[in-house]
């Protein structure tokens, strides 16, 4: 029989067992486990395997930079890797990178197991924030920072600081900032936050309410993913910013705002997949539907809406231009991409999208569209079959009143290239709003693939067809700009405390004052 110093000898070994099995299930889950450090020879290999497959697929990455200046780049990060760093510090360094090539389309992010590991966490920020005049301002209406405070600093880091701390995650055509300025506040504080600063508990936030010059701090928990996902649709500014979201309207719709002003809004050419798809009779029949309408009122107004418009699918955003315009257009004055015979590097290839991971069905039938979009390869260019870029006429009966595009920051993609289309070649048109984050004379744009690198397991999503678009030069259309409007108007402070669509109304004033 043990004796009671065998018994209590045992019971102490078996305590300090579960509490060993304890510690390592949670240090399993805690976010060393996921964000693992990588050693220099693994970000090296990485930042090689990632230069490699940009060279031979991405057909943008000389378009706005030189060879010599993405030489010096990578110069640059490969003498960052030089020590251990984990895998989100080494994620901020391809973030960098993909940014500097000047791609709206370009999309980066960590591997799955450490994002799916930082949204069941309850460390997000607890409130929705705005870009508001330069500010990140308070946009929570009941808690104890009033609305429209503006926020000074988050857990002693800046405002300024914090802005340009997420830049680097708001990637877009060429040189225009203004999506960065916004997006690294309006859509910067969910999971974006825990990439740049980690897990919190808590925050403390230094703020100067409305009215006030002096500063004031709190601190307040962190809440979880989806108490934030509960939480953001209520926010102050959801009224106003629910106009322009595409997750909210509907994908077009038209009304009269008077007798003499029409509004059309294009809020995600999402209507139809292409020209086959059984939706798109109904989508042109209801826009000649719309323009017979104009015509028979003779409507001396009309306001194209594209502000939000994050893009979608051709021929759905030509087919409005073609109401607009005296000028017969093409979608792409050229297009390529560089892939020679197949996917280079297929070894890291992923998919077309970083939420699945496409099987060797869907490579081979990919494998043929592509074949069938570039099938001709002339000096290292995959040329687009001319059967994707064709004519488009003026249709009638043709709008010939005075036209009123009003555009944002959000802008991109095909809603961009409409609005490139639009500036170019309609009649009587006045821009209104803020230059829109995709180009107006170049994307890259049409077909995106994503690719895993081997070690940091972190997956770059890029657009691998160069469009030159149909454009005309305008004087006021630098090279590696969005399309710049004749009035440029920001939502306003006072429209914001008040939740009034001041952009709308900006262009309702001009209709009302004669137009320009």
Same mark, same amino acid.
């Given at each position: 029989m043990p004796t009671f110093a065998a018994m209590k000898n045992v019971l102490l070994l078996l305590l300090l067992f579960h509490q060993g099995v304890s510690a390592q299930l949670?240090?399993?889950?805690?976010?060393?486990?996921?964000?693992?450090?990588?050693?220099?020879?693994?970000?090296?290999?990485?930042?090689?395997?990632?230069?490699?497959?940009?060279?031979?697929?991405?057909?943008?990455?000389?378009?706005?930079?030189?060879?010599?200046?993405?030489?010096? %780049?990578?110069?640059?990060?490969?003498?960052?890797?030089?020590?251990?760093?984990?895998?989100?510090?080494?994620?901020?360094?391809?973030?960098?990178?993909?940014?500097?090539?000047?791609?709206?389309?370009?999309?980066?992010?960590p591997g799955s197991a450490l994002v799916e590991y930082l949204n069941r966490q309850k460390a997000f920020f607890p409130y929705a924030l705005k870009y508001i005049e330069g500010k990140i301002v308070f946009n929570n209406s009941g808690e104890q920072i009033p609305v429209g405070a503006e926020i000074l600093s988050i857990n002693g880091v800046p405002a300024q600081q914090l802005m340009q701390s997420f830049y680097k995650y708001c990637t877009t055509d060429g040189f225009n900032i203004t999506q960065k300025q916004s997006n690294s506040v309006d859509r910067s504080y969910g999971i974006r936050y825990l990439y740049e600063y980690g897990v919190n508990d808590s925050f403390? %936030?230094?703020?100067?309410?409305?009215?006030?010059?002096?500063?004031?701090?709190?601190?307040?928990?962190?809440?979880?993913?989806?108490?934030?996902?509960?939480?953001?649709?209520?926010?102050?500014?959801?009224?106003?910013?629910?106009?322009?979201?595409?997750?909210?309207?509907?994908?077009?719709?038209f009304k009269m705002v008077n007798p003499n002003t029409g509004l059309f809004n294009f809020r995600i050419f999402n209507m139809a997949d292409d020209d086959m798809d059984p939706r798109f009779p109904g989508y042109v029949k209801y826009l000649d539907s719309v323009f017979r309408l104009l015509a028979q009122n003779n409507v001396p107004n009309l306001i194209i809406d594209l502000r939000g418009n994050p893009g979608g699918s051709d021929p759905t955003f030509e087919q409005p231009v073609m109401y607009l315009t005296d000028s017969n257009f093409k979608e792409n004055a050229v297009a390529y991409s560089i892939l020679g015979d197949g996917i280079p590097y297929e070894q890291y290839f992923w998919g077309t999208s970083t939420s699945h991971k496409m099987d060797s069905v869907e490579k081979v039938e990919g494998k043929k569209f592509l074949k069938d979009y570039f099938p001709v390869l002339i000096n290292g260019r995959n040329m687009q079959n001319p059967k994707y870029n064709p004519v488009y006429h003026p249709k009638s009966p043709g709008y010939k009143g005075k036209l009123y595009m009003l555009i944002d920051e959000n802008v991109a993609s095909a809603g961009s290239h409409m609005a490139s289309l639009v500036k170019a070649y309609a009649r009587n048109v006045t821009v209104v709003g803020v230059e829109t984050t995709g180009g107006y004379y170049y994307h890259n744009g049409h077909m995106s693939l994503v690719y895993e690198l081997p070690n940091s397991k972190i997956k770059s999503k890029f657009s691998i067809v160069h469009v030159e678009q149909d454009a005309v030069v305008k004087p006021d259309q630098p090279e590696g700009r969005g399309i710049i409007p004749d009035y440029t108007v920001w939502p306003a402070f006072e429209g914001f405390m008040q939740n009034r669509d001041t952009q709308m109304e900006y262009v309702l004033k001009l209709i009302n004052d004669g137009g320009i």
């Amino acid at each position: 029989m043990p004796t009671f110093a065998a018994m209590k000898n045992v019971l102490l070994l078996l305590l300090l067992f579960h509490q060993g099995v304890s510690a390592q299930l949670i240090r399993k889950d805690s976010l060393q486990s996921y964000n693992k450090t990588l050693k220099p020879g693994e970000m090296k290999s990485d930042l090689t395997t990632f230069l490699n497959i940009r060279k031979a697929a991405n057909s943008g990455l000389y378009r706005y930079r030189s060879q010599k200046q993405i030489d010096s %780049i990578y110069k640059w990060a490969f003498k960052e890797v030089k020590k251990p760093m984990t895998t989100l510090e080494f994620f901020h360094i391809i973030l960098q990178l993909t940014d500097f090539e000047g791609s709206c389309h370009n999309y980066t992010e960590p591997g799955s197991a450490l994002v799916e590991y930082l949204n069941r966490q309850k460390a997000f920020f607890p409130y929705a924030l705005k870009y508001i005049e330069g500010k990140i301002v308070f946009n929570n209406s009941g808690e104890q920072i009033p609305v429209g405070a503006e926020i000074l600093s988050i857990n002693g880091v800046p405002a300024q600081q914090l802005m340009q701390s997420f830049y680097k995650y708001c990637t877009t055509d060429g040189f225009n900032i203004t999506q960065k300025q916004s997006n690294s506040v309006d859509r910067s504080y969910g999971i974006r936050y825990l990439y740049e600063y980690g897990v919190n508990d808590s925050f403390k %936030i230094a703020y100067r309410a409305p009215g006030s010059n002096q500063s004031q701090t709190i601190t307040a928990a962190a809440i979880t993913n989806d108490e934030r996902n509960a939480m953001f649709p209520k926010r102050y500014s959801a009224p106003v910013d629910s106009i322009t979201d595409w997750r909210v309207q509907p994908s077009y719709s038209f009304k009269m705002v008077n007798p003499n002003t029409g509004l059309f809004n294009f809020r995600i050419f999402n209507m139809a997949d292409d020209d086959m798809d059984p939706r798109f009779p109904g989508y042109v029949k209801y826009l000649d539907s719309v323009f017979r309408l104009l015509a028979q009122n003779n409507v001396p107004n009309l306001i194209i809406d594209l502000r939000g418009n994050p893009g979608g699918s051709d021929p759905t955003f030509e087919q409005p231009v073609m109401y607009l315009t005296d000028s017969n257009f093409k979608e792409n004055a050229v297009a390529y991409s560089i892939l020679g015979d197949g996917i280079p590097y297929e070894q890291y290839f992923w998919g077309t999208s970083t939420s699945h991971k496409m099987d060797s069905v869907e490579k081979v039938e990919g494998k043929k569209f592509l074949k069938d979009y570039f099938p001709v390869l002339i000096n290292g260019r995959n040329m687009q079959n001319p059967k994707y870029n064709p004519v488009y006429h003026p249709k009638s009966p043709g709008y010939k009143g005075k036209l009123y595009m009003l555009i944002d920051e959000n802008v991109a993609s095909a809603g961009s290239h409409m609005a490139s289309l639009v500036k170019a070649y309609a009649r009587n048109v006045t821009v209104v709003g803020v230059e829109t984050t995709g180009g107006y004379y170049y994307h890259n744009g049409h077909m995106s693939l994503v690719y895993e690198l081997p070690n940091s397991k972190i997956k770059s999503k890029f657009s691998i067809v160069h469009v030159e678009q149909d454009a005309v030069v305008k004087p006021d259309q630098p090279e590696g700009r969005g399309i710049i409007p004749d009035y440029t108007v920001w939502p306003a402070f006072e429209g914001f405390m008040q939740n009034r669509d001041t952009q709308m109304e900006y262009v309702l004033k001009l209709i009302n004052d004669g137009g320009i």
